[in-house]
């Protein structure tokens, strides 16, 4: 639903009804993850998605009879259901969808959420999609210190529950995750199956991760217009303040002239398991220093461009700082999968498409080489890579800056010169 956010305060701000269609649940191949959402307001207009096109004009029907009603609907659409292949899910997954319709002012939960979540606060929507009669649709909003709503009102529902529906929910919110929680009416977490329990579904909003790009060059660019459009907030820095321009990286969200290494020291407190470092300087000067701090951190990729020899004599150096063997395995070295890249461009997409492998789980393979689920889950992988699948790109990868030498050297291709700068 964060995607949509804006369009959904500007209905409430303007005191109009709505329903909200969320994916609360996904089994096999489904086109969109939990939390994807179709919004319709009482005139009928509709922003968002929930299936990519499979099942959006039967869950736009429920959105209208929602409103209509004041009631909010749980619905299952499944390949094996005759409306769900009639209306286009034919890629074999099942997905559960909560319709909850929305009036401006009546539930301080929904209230809350909506406006946390368009102005970029991190929050916890947690709305109930089994358990008691009558209990559908009751949501909390949860922040890092407050909540609003209840659960307590509702039948059978004790304030212990909604204590720990709401510290389960802050859990979740800290660690940026999004699914479902399922708790006993006393409190305790419970297995999905069993009796008397009830099923909330968690939706944390928080800001999008980080893209750190590191050094100023026409590849930096490329990567910069790549990773805004992946939903990063991209930050370039180097230390040459000619090269470091707002003008030379418009798709930027902040350009800062600074020594990298110095940059990152500044940022940890901003800094998760979703952040992507790309080192795109090619020059030891400011690789190293850089490196040696964020291979020690718990950074959710960490990249670096170079050639096969520049990256032997960056590991050797990393390993004389004192890395660790698993330390070193954290570098994404030669950064990017072979794609057979040599612009920018394509080098950016090399650069994307590995990000995205290795935080989603992807085994780098053409889908038309397997015949398993194209959409899976991180941790249902093998520990060990699939037979078959190189370990490391082939040589002088597509996209790679010549190797800096030392000074004299015949090809020298040098970073222009740097100073310390002030600190940005």
Known sequence: MQDIAEQLLAWH??????????????????????GAALAVDADGEAVGSVSGGCVE??????????????????????????????????CGGVLDVLVQPVVPGADPALDAGIALAAAGTPVALARVVAGP???????????????????SPAPAVSTVLERAAVAEARAMLDAGRTGRLVLGLDGRPCDEHGRGTVTLFVESYVPPPRMLVFGAIDFAAAVVRIGAFLGYDVTVCDARPVFATERRFPGAD??????PHRYLDSQLDQLDGRTVLCVLTHDARFDVPLLERALRLPLGYVGAMGSRRTHREREAELRAAGLTDAELARLHSPIGLDL???????????????????????????????????HRDLADLPEDPPEGLPEDPPENLPGDLPTSRPAGGAGERRPGPAREPHAA
């Open 254 to 259: 902040r350009v800062v002239v600074d020594w």
């Open 57 to 90: 004009g039967a869950v736009y029907e429920l959105c209208r009879a929602a409103i209509a009603s004041g009631r909010p609907v749980l619905e299952r659409f499944g390949y094996s259901d005759e409306e769900a292949f009639a209306v286009g899910l034919t």
């Open 133 to 151: 009669a009558g209990l559908l649709g009751a949501a909390l909003a949860v922040t890092a210190d407050t909540h609003h709503g209840a659960l």
């Open 340 to 374: 057979g890249a040599r612009t920018p461009e394509e080098t950016a997409v090399s650069v994307a498409a590995e990000i995205v492998a290795h935080r989603r789980g992807g085994g780098c393979l053409p889908l038309s080489a397997g015949d398993g689920p194209i």
């Open 13 to 34: 701000a303007s005191g109009r009804p709505f329903a909200v269609a969320t994916v609360v649940g996904v089994t096999g191949s489904a086109p969109r993850d939990p």
